[in-house]
């Protein structure tokens, strides 16, 4: 099991390039195929299968192989995650707010 960091980590890897939030935006209308994801990208197949496994690492896509293609789509558990990591990741402790490093 990781740790939460670095799933944290694998999470906001996999957004923070531009390349992958494109992929993302095209996945909102429903799976697709390489092929697709390709022909809009305008980028290589080896540099599409670097974003997809960076994706699928941080299971926010997954994948399925049809023939010699494989079909993408947004995984909702994995999309569902991604947002509790932000939203916990962020969220402020009161208790904590209120205390003062040098308080003596």
Known sequence: MQSYEKRTALIFKALSDE????????LQS???CACVLL???RITQPTLSHHMKILCDADIVAGRKEGKWTHYSI????AAAAVECLREL???D???KDK???EK
């Open 19 to 26: 390349n992958r939030i494109r992929i993302l935006k095209l």
């Open 30 to 32: 429903g799976e697709k």
């Open 39 to 41: 022909d809009n990208l």
């Open 75 to 78: 995984s909702p558990d994995g």
């Open 90 to 92: 962020t969220k402020v």
């Open 94 to 96: 009161c208790a904590e």
């Open 100 to 102: 003062s490093c040098c």
